[in-house]
């Protein structure tokens, strides 16, 4: 199994206030992805990076920011939770040398904003 | 933006029956992938095709490329009680050195033993 590891695994939290969900990886991988995964929606792209310092959006990044100081670590956040944004959280990471695609995810963080 | 279409959404079979889904889409994609979700983890890659008209098995798992590239198909022969998950196609798009993955919505396989 690849070595990613997501904190927290759950979180409840309140309208408004501002949620860091965190990415860690012992791969060394250049590549790193968050998705939400919501009923009907399969898993959907927020923001995605491929390098250190390197971050780009993906197809629903409104209301989350991404930060990747290290190539361990990929965080998101979300600057003032709203209801919309209760999902589970996955973080994936891939490695272009193991074949095009090969994404391999982390275990999720369940999000609920009440 | 690019959709997959996934069908069915779900199916209730018996033990032992194999399984048939399918994955369309209105883009080509060169690199299509499956990936299975076990209940409470994260998804789990099962096959990945780089070439259209591609047949590739992984044990039970049988997945095809589609000739036009704009589809996708996952078999499970003889089902098992372990086989109970989320099954989602993906297709791979690129932009300069960066893949994205666009999921479909899932098929909910339940087995009956």
């Known amino acids: 199994d690849a070595g990613i590891t997501q904190s927290p695994r759950h979180k409840v939290t309140e309208t408004g206030t501002p949620v860091t969900l965190r990415c860690h990886q012992t791969e060394n991988h250049r590549y790193m992805y968050w998705y939400r995964q919501d009923p009907g929606h399969g898993l959907r792209l927020i923001h995605y990076?491929?390098?250190?310092?390197?971050?780009d959006k993906g197809e629903v990044s409104d209301g989350y920011s991404v930060s990747r100081s290290k190539t361990e670590d990929f965080l998101l956040t979300l600057e003032s939770a709203t209801s919309s944004q209760t999902s589970v959280y996955f973080c994936?990471?891939?490695?272009?040398?193991?074949?095009?695609?090969?994404?391999?995810f982390g275990p999720g963080t369940r999000l609920t904003v009440l | 933006g690019q959709q997959l279409n996934q069908s069915p959404q779900s199916m209730f079979i018996q033990e032992g029956e194999d399984v048939s889904m399918n994955c369309t889409s209105s883009?080509?994609?060169?690199?299509w992938l499956w990936y299975k979700q076990d209940p409470g983890e994260g998804p789990v890659l099962l096959i990945a095709l780089y070439k259209a008209g591609e047949l590739t098995s992984n044990g039970r798992l049988t997945a095809q490329f589609g000739i036009t590239r704009k589809d996708s198909f996952l078999n499970i022969s003889a089902s098992i009680p372990s086989d109970v998950g989320i099954y989602f196609c993906?297709?791979?798009?690129?932009?300069?050195?960066?893949?994205?993955?666009?999921f479909g919505q899932g098929t909910t396989l339940q087995v009956k033993p």
């Open positions: 990076s491929y390098g250190v310092k390197d971050t």
């Open positions: 883009s080509i994609f060169n690199t």
């Open positions: 993906a297709g791979l798009t690129t932009s300069g050195n960066t893949g994205k993955l666009i």
């Open positions: 994936a990471i891939s490695d272009p040398g193991r074949g095009p695609g090969t994404q391999y």
